[in-house]
């Protein structure tokens, strides 16, 4: 198995998502295999993987506590690791499937705007010409904040506001962020966009050419 299959195996995948979701914290074994579901033989043998690469680091066992893994700050790969992992498996595809799978008809566009010291991720959510349920949404957040392990700060928008956001705005500077990336771009989703208003100057001119236009026919007949 080469180091790039190994490190998109789902059991790998499985692990980094729950020790990623706290990294300071100190999991055993027992944990890991409750929290990710896998056998705990594979369990032992991804951790021992992961521990001789350098990604996880082992704390020997003490009187009261058995022998735990937590993530490696120092390891030279660490931001780039933690950033693929926030892109893809940890948070991306799960937050992209969830508002694909309940809300295709009504978000138009999302994105994730980072994660906080706390590990909180930061959700920008634009809907179109119909607006998410919001208890249902709330539901299904909270639902995969406990899948993820980590807490989700959503923010609902129409698109209209998303358009209209200016340099003063907070989610511009979130957004223009090197945090900050698309899960969900425009036609990704079945949402249609409202349908456009014409403005008071617009229907004021579109009326008076049809008025100019009629009142030119009867001068013609």
């Known amino acids: 198995m080469s180091a790039a299959d190994f490190l998109l195996s789902p059991a790998v995948q499985k692990l980094m998502q729950v020790v990623y979701a706290a990294p300071d914290h100190p999991y055993s074994v027992n944990e890991l295999t409750q929290r990710t579901k896998l056998e705990p033989s594979e369990v032992d043998a991804t951790l021992e993987h992961l521990v001789k690469s350098g990604i996880l680091a082992k704390q020997k066992a003490t009187a009261d506590q058995t022998e735990t893994v937590k993530a490696n700050r120092s390891f030279v790969f660490y931001r780039e690791l933690r950033s693929i992992a926030l892109k893809s498996f940890a948070a991306a595809e799960p937050i992209r499937s969830m508002l694909h799978s309940k809300f295709k008809n009504s978000v138009v566009r999302a994105f994730v705007l980072g994660e906080d010291n706390d590990n909180?991720?930061?959700?920008?959510?634009?809907?179109?010409?119909?607006?998410?349920?919001?208890?249902?949404?709330?539901?299904?957040?909270?639902?995969?904040?406990?899948?993820?392990?980590?807490?989700?700060?959503?923010?609902?928008?129409?698109?209209?506001?998303?358009e209209g956001l200016t340099s003063r705005d907070a989610l511009t500077a979130k957004l223009a962020a090197a945090s900050a990336f698309e899960i969900i771009a425009p036609g990704d989703t079945k949402a249609q966009l409202p349908t456009e208003r014409l403005g008071l100057l617009q229907s004021a001119r579109k009326k008076l050419a049809a008025l100019s236009l009629s009142q030119h026919r009867s001068g013609s007949q």
């Open 120 to 162: 909180v991720i930061e959700l920008l959510v634009v809907h179109g010409a119909v607006t998410p349920d919001e208890a249902t949404m709330t539901e299904a957040c909270r639902k995969l904040s406990k899948a993820l392990h980590r807490h989700l700060q959503v923010h609902v928008i129409s698109n209209a506001r998303l």
